[in-house]
């Protein structure tokens, strides 16, 4: 079964401090993976987006990476700020009709 | 340049009620989709519509309709609201040829 999985569930950090978010992945055949960023009674916002030939994406702050071979990604984000906070979404495009498979999210706290 | 937009932003039906979620987009995109987000799980497919004039069940159609009204529009109908079906709905879109979804601000419907 195509299935994303994300860890932690929760985190809570302190500004300025780094994390790292984790992802892992059973979808075959495999396109691209997605990471969004959805603030609180908002819609999701792309992050990065990620091919198979890719394993390293920046966007600001915000770098993700690809491992296709063990099927895992992370998300690091540098240098906290409180206007981080926010659940971030793995998604992993792919499976038999190529429609997006979403992760669950992780919800960061950012704390002063 | 507005995005995807949605109305309404927030819905309370008894449940047997019917109603349609409307969704727009500027951005000249041929592909569309309705996706639902609840407590715990990610986001859900729907329906979406690959082109105007063509719509396809995703994940979770049971209970819903589509229109692709136009190249701009994409509404949601429940035409017999269930207390299941209180959740939060995203549109969105995404141009051909790209990975790119870009998400609405999202519906709340809270079905009693």
């Known amino acids: 079964k195509n299935q994303v999985e994300q860890s932690p569930q929760s985190l809570i950090i302190l500004e300025g401090k780094n994390c790292t978010l984790q992802?892992?992945?059973?979808?075959?055949?495999?396109?691209?993976l997605r990471w969004y960023k959805q603030d609180t009674g908002r819609g999701p916002v792309s992050l990065t987006i990620m091919t198979f030939s890719e394993n390293t994406k920046s966007n600001g702050r915000y770098t993700a990476t690809l491992d296709a071979d063990t099927k895992q990604s992370s998300l690091h984000i540098t240098a906290s700020q409180l206007s981080d906070s926010a659940s971030y979404i793995c998604v992993v495009s792919g499976g038999s009709q190529g429609n997006l498979i979403f992760g669950k999210g992780t919800k960061l706290s950012v704390k002063p | 340049n507005a995005g995807v937009t949605q109305t309404p932003k927030f819905q309370v039906l008894k449940t047997g009620q019917s109603m349609t979620l409307q969704c727009a987009q500027d951005m000249n995109h041929n592909s569309m989709y309705w996706y639902r987000q609840d407590p715990g799980m990610g986001l859900r497919l729907i329906y979406y519509s690959a082109s105007e004039g063509t719509t396809d069940k995703g994940e979770v159609p049971n209970g819903y309709n589509v229109s692709r009204l136009n190249k701009r529009e994409f509404s949601l109908r429940l035409e017999s609201a269930a207390p299941s079906q209180t959740s939060v709905y995203f549109c969105?879109?995404?141009?051909?040829?790209?990975?790119?979804?870009?998400f609405g601000p999202g519906t709340r419907l809270t079905v009693t």
């Open positions: 969105a879109s995404r141009d051909s040829g790209l990975y790119e979804q870009y």
């Open positions: 992802c892992n992945y059973t979808v075959s055949p495999f396109s691209n």
